[in-house]
């Protein structure tokens, strides 16, 4: 079947090759202003959108600076939706991205105020970056300083199934760490404050080799000063008990585990845990009680997922409802399914007995 534009289709179309030019090649650079005629996005901030074109594996520095007011960069593929990266205060209150794109193509920048009121002039760059160096093997420790404010990155080579211990430590500054998939891409773990101090810990147990990336950056800006990171090979966690000790009646069923926090468990910030498994079903409610003898305890009921981090998925926890230091709630999610009864303390290498009572 044979097809004519009629003139109307012809400026609709010119219209539209208009509205999306052609991606800029990097290392590129563009003044903008954000202005109330600005698109505006579903939290009511104003945004500029600039198109560029990235190539697959080369490690790009996304910069955006504004004097006047806190920005927000955003970075799309092309056509779609969610963002790949962002970053809020990556140098003082300009943002600052590094990405590795795994495919080449057209991505946008958005440039964005942190608040609804954010307003002025700001100027975007696109640079490119060398590459990383070979990933190192674990463990590893290295003393540095944050001379770029951008932060810095060490390439550790990591094992499928091992499970890793990531710190990063400095009296100078806040530090923050955040670990990326090989070549800088997405990210699969990030810490800023742990155990109650400033410092930076990551756990985690990479489900494929290669070489990863740890990223020190500073949480608030300024040239932050000298920092110390390390890895270490880090223990399998023990599977978590799905078998109590011990099953009585009290005021209706419950099971009875009796244990020991000793310095062998596992920890979690320095603070040591044992887990239980257990099943809630739809509707179910069950009841928690955890007695600890010789240290404050701590319940927590956690996503399995999540056990071997260092932020882990707290669905609900409790220190003292219960009599004395004793823990007590009322567990009764929305979502029935499988879910990690966590025995801890309140502070720091607490050890002891436990009995942990759960209803049926």
Same mark, same amino acid.
Request: charged share 20%; hydrophobic share 35%.
């Given at each position: 079947?044979?097809?004519?534009?009629?003139?109307?289709?012809?400026?609709?179309?010119?219209?539209?090759?208009?509205?999306?030019?052609?991606?800029? %090649?990097?290392?590129?650079?563009?003044?903008?202003?954000?202005?109330?005629?600005?698109? !505006?996005?579903?939290?009511?901030?104003?945004?500029?959108?600039?198109?560029?074109?990235?190539?697959?594996?080369?490690?790009?520095?996304?910069?955006?600076?504004?004097?006047?007011?806190?920005?927000?960069?955003?970075?799309?593929? +092309?056509?779609?939706?969610?963002?790949?990266?962002?970053?809020?205060?990556? &140098?003082?209150?300009?943002?600052?991205?590094?990405?590795?794109?795994?495919?080449?193509?057209?991505?946008?920048?958005?440039?964005?105020?942190?608040?609804?009121?954010?307003?002025?002039?700001?100027?975007?760059?696109?640079?490119?970056?060398?590459?990383?160096?070979?990933?190192?093997?674990?463990?590893?420790?290295?003393?540095?300083?944050?001379?770029?404010?951008?932060?810095? @990155?060490?390439?550790?080579?990591? &094992? +499928?199934?091992?499970?890793?211990?990531?710190?990063?430590?400095?009296?100078?500054?806040?530090?923050?760490?955040?670990?990326?998939?090989?070549?800088?891409?997405? %990210?699969?773990?990030?810490? @800023?404050?742990?155990? $109650?101090?400033?410092?930076?810990?990551?756990?985690?147990?990479?489900?494929?080799?290669?070489?990863?990336?740890?990223?020190?950056? +500073?949480?608030?800006?300024?040239?932050?000063?000298?920092?110390?990171?390390?890895?270490?090979?880090? /223990?399998?966690?023990?599977? /978590?008990?799905?078998? /109590?000790?011990?099953?009585?009646?009290?005021?209706?069923?419950?099971?009875?585990? %009796?244990?020991?926090? +000793?310095?062998?468990?596992?920890?979690?910030?320095? =603070? =040591?845990?044992? @887990?239980?498994?257990?099943?809630? &079903?739809?509707? !179910?409610?069950?009841?928690?009680?955890?007695?600890?003898?010789?240290?404050?305890?701590?319940? %927590?009921?956690?996503? /399995?997922?999540?056990?071997?981090?260092?932020?882990?998925?707290?669905?609900? !926890?409790?220190?003292?409802?219960?009599?004395?230091?004793?823990?007590?709630?009322?567990?009764?999610?929305?979502?029935?399914?499988?879910?990690?009864?966590?025995?801890?303390?309140?502070?720091?290498?607490?050890? $002891?007995?436990?009995?942990?009572?759960?209803? !049926?």
């Amino acid at each position: 079947m044979r097809s004519t534009f009629a003139p109307a289709s012809f400026a609709a179309l010119a219209l539209a090759m208009l509205a999306a030019p052609a991606a800029a %090649q990097a290392p590129w650079s563009a003044a903008g202003e954000l202005t109330d005629a600005d698109s !505006q996005d579903e939290g009511q901030h104003r945004y500029d959108e600039h198109r560029i074109r990235l190539d697959a594996g080369q490690r790009y520095r996304i910069s955006v600076d504004a004097p006047e007011f806190d920005t927000v960069a955003r970075l799309y593929r +092309a056509g779609t939706a969610e963002p790949v990266a962002e970053n809020d205060d990556g &140098e003082g209150l300009n943002p600052r991205i590094t990405y590795v794109p795994p495919e080449s193509g057209d991505f946008v920048l958005r440039v964005l105020g942190f608040s609804e009121a954010g307003r002025g002039a700001y100027t975007a760059r696109v640079a490119a970056l060398p590459p990383l160096p070979p990933g190192v093997p674990v463990p590893w420790s290295t003393a540095g300083s944050l001379a770029d404010p951008g932060g810095a @990155d060490h390439v550790l080579r990591l &094992e +499928a199934g091992q499970r890793y211990r990531f710190s990063v430590e400095s009296s100078a500054f806040d530090p923050v760490a955040t670990l990326y998939a090989p070549g800088r891409g997405e %990210q699969v773990a990030r810490n @800023d404050d742990s155990g $109650g101090t400033l410092n930076s810990r990551i756990s985690y147990t990479p489900s494929a080799s290669g070489d990863y990336v740890l990223s020190v950056t +500073a949480f608030s800006s300024g040239r932050p000063g000298h920092y110390r990171a390390s890895a270490d090979l880090a /223990p399998p966690l023990p599977p /978590p008990v799905s078998e /109590p000790g011990a099953s009585v009646a009290v005021n209706g069923s419950w099971s009875l585990w %009796q244990g020991m926090l +000793a310095e062998t468990d596992p920890d979690n910030g320095g =603070r =040591r845990f044992d @887990d239980y498994l257990i099943r809630v &079903e739809p509707g !179910q409610r069950r009841y928690i009680s955890l007695e600890g003898n010789g240290f404050d305890a701590m319940v %927590q009921v956690l996503r /399995p997922a999540s056990r071997d981090s260092e932020t882990p998925d707290i669905v609900d !926890q409790d220190d003292d409802a219960g009599a004395g230091l004793n823990a007590f709630l009322v567990f009764a999610p929305e979502e029935a399914g499988d879910y990690i009864v966590r025995v801890t303390s309140v502070g720091g290498g607490g050890a $002891g007995a436990y009995r942990l009572w759960i209803s !049926q």
